[in-house]
């Protein structure tokens, strides 16, 4: 597949042979952003598209709703009718290498690919500048799919099934279209509106993939924790959809996922081992064809695991409305809540080291930074960064060189300007420097007793979204408070800190290059890579 054209920075589109069912490569084509209105036309899927003149006549942008990997999205208006719309505008600066622009190209053809879905996003047009791709499509207003849950006074089993049903049907439609999802995770799902009926939409098809029957793929990407055993043995197929739906339904019936470990490898070994706890609570008041269902589905070989079909036709899925309506407790939705809190936490701490950085060493991190930009223009490109950060000591491998610089680079521009590039230099010290640490400890520890206790949590946390919930903060403390003393030593503090990567904050160029490391060191002698 061409990359991007050195010559006019166009990015080019691969074009698939075939129907709506995708499938065979095919040579370069025209622009990612023409030929959209035949396929319209055809399957229904997604709109047409332009040039960036075009694109700017024919919009209105709006503030932000979102920042993802390559780009922010925004609220925009369509000029010609006032239809307020989603745009997601993807720098050409964050496109680095071939495997980065094939994403975006090939999510811009899936979605127009696929027929129209009451539960899948659909694209209005895709347009093309010098400096950015604009995805334009329907606006989601309705929040995430956790906090509708947790904003809910009662959460029950027929709620879980209603929330499963929807998910398993979208993986149907794409499987129907040869397309496999890749990357389903309850973060790609938002509600259209606030309502209490509002569909519930699949946003992001990144890292799908076209496919045709018995192809089998070798790239591990994904999200670990829904990421399926054979994704790491490099040979799958449509089946890691249904473990990946398997594991939301899991989380949505307990409120922590079925594989969990505090590092990378131990959650990829815990996958493999795929031994799935049903003693917590509440799974022993959740009915036995719910846990029938989730089995099933998280069967750890894909050739007797349930197609999306037959998941439809489980008794517990089929039957949705008769799934028990008896409440599954505070527990399952304030662990819910948690589950995202934990990294709130975690960014809290930074921004304290940020604002507690001496005077001083800003002004050395500010003359790293331009001895750093070698062509000085003011901003650091990834060579750029990588290659002062070798000349200092400091050397870091290219895809946590990638997530450093996609953590700071705020504008979205590909470059980190001089203080972007501070924000960079605490994320590399916070693991290294005991000083920043202990400066973070002090802020939370308000009475200097040596542990930071409940209340001080609480306190710390009453800003932005965090809210003050009890239970949230006990979940965090519990998490963190490895003595089980009821608070949180130095030590253990510390060990947070140092823990292995979130995942669901990395990058996917990030977790391509963890996972297949990983993968290649779990099944190094090959032998496991071609079994059922």
């Not at 590092?263 to 509440?282: W, Y």
């Amino acid at each position: 597949m061409p990359p991007l054209d050195n010559d006019n920075h166009r990015l080019r589109r691969r074009r698939h042979d075939g129907g709506g069912g995708g499938g065979g490569g095919g040579g370069g084509g025209g622009d990612v952003v023409e030929g959209g209105a035949d396929d319209q036309e055809d399957h229904e899927g997604g709109g047409g598209g332009g040039d960036g003149p075009e694109f700017a006549v024919r919009y209105r942008m709006g503030e932000e709703v979102g920042r993802g990997e390559f780009g922010v999205t925004r609220r925009c208006e369509e000029a010609a009718t006032g239809a307020a719309l989603a745009c997601k505008t993807i720098s050409k600066g964050r496109l680095r290498g071939r495997t980065a622009a094939e994403d975006v190209r090939r999510e811009v053809d899936i979605m127009r690919r696929l027929p129209a879905h009451p539960n899948v996003v659909r694209l209005r047009g895709a347009y093309e500048d010098a400096d950015a791709v604009h995805l334009v499509m329907e606006l989601c207003q309705g929040g995430e799919l956790f906090d509708r849950i947790v904003a809910r006074g009662h959460y029950s089993e027929r709620a879980a099934a209603a929330v499963a049903n929807t998910i398993v049907q979208v993986v149907q439609h794409c499987h129907k279209h040869g397309v496999i999802h890749r990357d389903l995770k309850p973060e790609n799902f938002l509600f259209a509106d606030k309502s209490e009926d509002s569909a519930l939409k699949v946003i992001d098809f990144g890292l799908s993939v076209f496919f045709k029957p018995g192809e089998r793929f070798t790239e591990v990407v994904g999200s670990p924790y829904y990421m399926a055993p054979e994704v790491l043995k490099r040979n799958y197929g449509p089946e890691v959809d249904v473990w990946s739906a398997g594991v939301i339904l899991y989380i949505l019936l307990c409120g922590v996922p079925p594989f969990w470990a505090e590092t990378d490898e131990g959650i990829a070994q815990a996958i493999i081992r795929s031994v799935i706890d049903f003693e917590r609570e509440p799974w022993p008041k959740v009915s036995e064809n719910a846990k029938d269902l989730v089995r099933r589905m998280l069967d750890p070989n894909p050739y007797t695991r349930l197609t999306a079909k037959e998941v439809l036709e489980h008794p517990w899925l089929k039957n949705a409305n008769m799934a028990p309506n008896i409440s599954l407790g505070e527990a399952v939705r304030d662990r819910l809540k948690q589950f995202s809190a934990m990294n709130k936490f975690k960014k809290k701490v930074l921004r304290v080291v940020a604002k507690n950085l001496p005077v001083e060493e800003v002004a050395n991190i500010k003359q790293m930074f331009h001895m750093m930009d070698t062509d000085k223009n003011g901003n650091l490109t990834l060579e750029e960064l990588k290659e002062g950060l070798q000349n200092i000591g400091q050397p870091v491998t290219e895809p946590d060189v990638q997530m450093l610089l996609e953590a700071a680079d705020t504008d979205g521009n590909g470059t980190l300007d001089c203080e972007e590039f501070v924000t960079v230099s605490v994320h590399l010290k916070k693991i290294g420097s005991e000083e920043h640490l202990t400066k973070a400890f002090e802020f939370f520890d308000k009475d200097g007793s040596g542990f930071i206790e409940m209340e001080e949590l609480r306190e710390a946390l009453v800003e932005g979204d965090l809210g003050p919930n009890d239970q949230v903060i006990r979940e965090i403390i519990s998490d963190v408070d490895k003595d089980k003393d009821g608070r949180i030593s130095y030590h253990e503090f510390e060990l947070m800190m140092k823990a292995g990567s979130d995942w669901r904050n990395a990058s996917r160029q990030y977790s391509r290059a963890v996972l297949n490391t990983l993968s290649r060191k779990l099944f190094k002698d090959g032998s496991t890579l071609h079994q059922g």
